[in-house]
């Protein structure tokens, strides 16, 4: 899912440090690496690495990255290898300037664009679907020697997600996908412009939020002023020296927020396109409990997506709340890391079960989804060894049947468990008394809005993925 952030100060103040705290508060957005580019009006400064925020930057790095515009990045790979190279931002080189991009997303027909672009002559230093906007975005402005218009007509040869941010000599610009798949805002405060992918990171700057960025839209800082432009939506096929079709109107006029971010991804404090995280997550918990309700002695998250979920289904069904996790907070999500054997040695370092509240317990689990079902299985088999008599799951999403082709990575139908398993096998499978997962129609309803990606659960994609597999 990858979280950006970017600064454009009007008073020509360093914006490393900046950049450096709204990472920090986008670091549940990814934890591979991370990068910041800077730009000082004369040439651009950068620095990447792997690992958290704190790991990859310190303080002689920090004052080294001198500007007043600045983009970083966090990483979460679902396109391309856990290495250096693919972390970003991406600076490129074009006779019209140095360019820097920074990421969140995934384009689907990735491949075939760098294969024709390789065809071209350019030459990839990474394996990630975002060099092939850059290299893309350049040839394009080679081309139309504006900015605006490569941009536009980059978006044009895309199929996918993207929220953008882009630095170009003194201009700092946001571009979000005509599907709106990833949030994407704008803040400020007396001195800077700000864009981030969620509005926590607004308020770690102390920065007040102005507004989401509209699917479809570029906006632009220059010169200190804000300029909006829209992508147009193609409608039918345009002859490129690239030889691509271009995206169906019937997929691109459709709004498609991805709802993992309300579910999972974004943090619980935030606000997507003008919807709290954290209420959408409570009324998950009291419409689960509506759904699948249970006679039990207490209700426990799985920390700590699950938490908010839990207090709900709690309130609903007046069983008491208790911590029946305690997790290690020196450990990040693990859903996030890229192999199964991260992710089962992160489970039994993050959580210990609390054996005096959950011993003899009928105990309500709540946890926010079932991937694969293998950290389930781990957390259920944990809690009944701490003494607890029964575990009753309950998942505050729908069942995830279908792969995610837009920065979610559960990339083949055989990873997901309730693909090929009913409800009933689930339950064995994770050693679970009783399973209960939200509906889509909950899930709908919990969130307030019908423009959603739930493609996950659904197996409906509101773009073409054919071009996934060629």
């Known amino acids: 899912m990858c979280g950006i952030f970017g600064v454009y100060s009007n008073e020509r103040i360093n914006v490393a440090k900046k950049i450096y705290y709204g990472l920090f508060a986008l670091q549940h957005r990814g934890q591979e690496g991370a990068g910041i580019a800077t730009s000082d009006g004369r040439g651009f400064h950068h620095h990447k690495g792997i690992g958290l ?11 080294s990255l001198y500007g007043y515009i600045g983009i970083g990045h966090v990483r979460y790979s679902t396109t391309g290898d856990s290495t250096i190279e693919n972390c970003q931002p991406f600076v ?14 995934d384009i689907v027909n990735s491949t075939i664009l760098k294969r024709e672009l390789e065809r071209m002559g350019h030459i990839f230093i990474s394996s990630t679907d975002s060099e092939v906007i850059a290299q893309l975005l350049v040839r394009e402005l080679l081309k139309t020697e504006d900015i605006i218009e490569a941009i536009k007509n980059t978006a044009k040869r895309l199929i996918g997600a993207y929220s953008l941010l882009i630095m170009f000599n003194d201009k700092l610009i946001a571009v979000r996908d005509p599907n709106g798949f990833k949030p994407l805002c704008i803040g400020r405060d007396e001195n800077c412009i700000y864009f981030a992918s969620e509005n926590c990171a607004l308020d770690t700057v102390n920065a007040e939020f102005v507004r989401d960025i509209k699917p479809g839209e570029i906006v632009m800082v220059d010169d200190g002023e804000i300029k909006c432009y829209e992508i147009e939506k193609p409608c039918e096929e345009v002859n490129t020296e690239l030889n691509l079709p271009v995206n169906d109107c019937i997929y691109n006029n459709c709004v498609s927020t991805c709802m993992f971010e309300y579910v999972y991804f974004a943090r619980p404090d935030s606000i997507i396109d003008g919807i709290s995280v954290y209420e959408v997550r409570r009324k998950i918990g009291r419409i689960l409990a509506k759904e699948h309700p249970c006679d039990a002695d207490i209700v426990s998250p799985v920390p700590d997506s699950g938490i908010t979920f839990a207090l709900g289904y709690s309130e609903e069904l007046g069983i008491p709340y208790y911590e029946g996790l305690i997790k290690n907070r020196y450990v990040g999500r693990t859903f996030i890391l890229p192999t199964q054997e991260e992710r089962d040695l992160a489970v039994r370092l993050k959580l210990n079960p609390v054996k005096s509240i959950l011993k003899d317990k009928k105990v309500v689990l709540v946890d926010d989804s079932i991937v694969r079902g293998t950290t389930s299985r781990r957390i259920v088999n944990m809690l009944k060894k701490a003494g607890a008599k029964e575990v ?5 999403s729908p069942r995830i049947i279908s792969p995610c082709f837009y920065g979610i990575d559960m990339a083949t139908k055989e990873e997901l468990i309730a693909s090929s398993k009913t409800d009933e096998e689930i339950c064995k499978y994770v050693n679970a008394d009783s399973l209960g997962y939200l509906s889509i129609e909950g899930l709908v309803k919990a969130i307030g809005r019908k423009d959603l990606c739930l493609a996950c659960v659904s197996g409906c994609y509101p773009t073409d ?3 996934k597999f060629k």
């Open 53 to 63: 925020v704190s790991e990859v930057f310190t303080n002689n790095e920090l004052q």
């Open 392 to 396: 009753h799951l309950r998942i505050g």
């Open 92 to 105: 490129v080189k074009s006779s019209f300037g140095p360019i820097a991009i920074a990421h969140n997303g």
């Open 465 to 467: 993925v054919s071009c």
